[in-house]
């Protein structure tokens, strides 16, 4: 497996766009297997770098009659990532270039100041192509289905078709699996190959991916970027193992699998593969990152959450320490879906000091007379706890309960109100501790000071 950048439309080249790419790999943790040395251990490969081999054939094309000069095509023409050409109409009725005289072809250049103009792969329109595919099998292209097309834009600018069969073949690329909006490319490909003498590699197109509404997944879906979803709150080995499974199978009802199982498992053919687009259910997306959450290092989970409070607007002010995002993240690994999720949904862990309760919580468990004298009990008692740890603080609110004959969670529940926010959270005992003291005191003091301002 090689990393190769197709950066040759100086248009849309951006060294942010190349970080992003080598950043996800990174991130991902996907290695590989050459590289000239350059951006990193790996690579990768640019096809800048490589312009005079592309030329250098395009030329040879051109000299044996293959290729044919195309003045239709403007400089700025961009076929796109695919190398489709831009008007869906016939060969004949775009480009009748191929039928210029030499003179004509002479004048034309010299208009263009000299400069070589596009050229254009010169098809046997008479005659079918076949494509045999490890997962769509035998597709056969009827005559006049495969037209002339580009190889290089004016001024022998590569195009993908053109310049990824070079590289493929000097590379000594075995296999090509991609997207099935790249068959159509591969009877042209295909051309290539026999006109340069040399074999074709395996072809494999699996589906594309599609939203929830089988439309393709655009960024109009939301996070299609590697790094949104490290954003998110995802973890790399879930993503992995996620992405790894649409539109394939390992041949048995496993989901979760370690980045070894999928290796050994990996096979290409239609028994595995899908012909149908494979839908990106975001809900079984966050079900496997959970999955993954539970049983990951706490350095990660921590790595993870540490990256998100930091995206946060009032980052400056939260609780960012190391020790603390790590006892947050432990307590709460078992009931996040996402790291995202376990920072927002609990930003009381991070808030410094005071907090806003929901109003809907203090009116559920928290706003009678009779709680607001339970929280005064109890701030009484934690104030006298010696050890500030779960075990000590759980023992010293069920002994009050006891001592007053009532149950634990009528004392319970106005301290869970008062120190979170919320009618609900993670154990309360295990939330003070990681509250600490000084948080968890200033909060039941300021929860009753507003409850003794609203009854007066």
């Excluded at 992003?20 to 290695?31: P, Q, R, Y």
């Excluded at 494509?131 to 190889?151: K, L, S, T």
């Excluded at 290089?152 to 000097?170: E, M, S, W």
């Excluded at 959450?305 to 690994?333: K, N």
């Amino acid at each position: 497996m090689v990393l190769r950048v197709e950066d040759t439309d100086m248009a849309r080249e951006r060294p942010e766009y190349r970080e992003a790419i080598t950043k996800a790999f990174e991130w991902l943790g996907i290695d590989f297997d050459e590289g000239p040395g350059k951006g990193g251990p790996f690579g990768p490969y640019t096809q800048r770098e490589r312009l005079p081999l592309y030329r250098a054939k395009a030329q040879e094309l051109l000299e044996r009659g293959l290729v044919y000069p195309c003045f239709c095509a403007a400089k700025d023409e961009d076929p796109g990532t695919q190398d489709e050409e831009p008007e869906q109409i016939s060969n004949a009725a775009r480009c009748q270039c191929r039928f210029l005289s030499a003179p004509e072809r002479e004048e034309k250049t010299r208009a263009l100041g000299g400069e070589m103009p596009a050229l254009r792969f010169a098809v046997d329109q008479s005659r079918s192509y076949a494509v045999d595919d490890m997962v769509r099998g035998h597709v056969v292209y009827p005559p006049g289905q495969v037209e002339d097309f580009i190889i290089t834009k004016q001024g022998l600018q590569p195009l993908y078709n053109f310049a990824a069969v070079i590289d493929d073949h000097a590379m000594e690329i075995s296999h090509v699996i991609r997207g099935e909006e790249h068959l159509a490319n591969t009877p042209k490909q295909n051309l290539l190959y026999e006109a340069c003498g040399w074999t074709p590699p395996a072809y494999a197109h699996i589906p594309i991916i599609l939203n929830m509404q089988g439309k393709k997944l655009s960024k109009r879906d939301g996070a299609t970027a590697v790094a949104d979803f490290q954003r998110l709150g995802y973890l790399p080995e879930a993503l992995l193992n996620f992405i790894a499974l649409l539109g394939w199978s390992p041949g048995d009802d496993r989901e979760i699998m370690t980045r070894a199982e999928l290796v050994a498992a990996f096979d290409i053919n239609p028994k595995r593969v899908q012909k149908s687009g494979a839908k990106f259910d975001t809900e079984k997306l966050a079900w496997m990152n959970g999955e993954y959450i539970k049983t990951a290092e706490l350095d990660e989970l921590v790595d993870g959450a540490t990256l998100i409070l930091s995206l946060q607007p009032d980052a400056a002010t939260l609780r960012t320490g190391r020790a603390h995002v790590a006892a947050v993240c432990e307590l709460l690994r078992e009931r996040a879906k996402t790291l995202a999720e376990l920072v927002e949904a609990n930003r009381y862990f991070f808030e410094p000091g005071s907090i806003v309760p929901d109003p809907e919580a203090v009116k559920k468990r928290a706003g009678t007379p009779e709680a607001f004298e339970r929280l005064s009990l109890v701030r009484e008692r934690l104030r006298g706890v010696q050890s500030w740890d779960a075990a000590a603080l759980e023992a010293a609110v069920r002994g009050l309960a006891e001592q007053h004959g009532r149950k634990a969670a009528d004392f319970i529940h106005p301290l869970r109100v008062a120190v979170t926010g919320h009618a609900v959270s993670p154990g309360i005992f295990q939330t003070l501790e990681v509250l600490g003291r000084d948080v968890s005191l200033l909060r039941v003091a300021e929860f009753l000071d507003r409850r003794e301002a609203l009854r007066a």
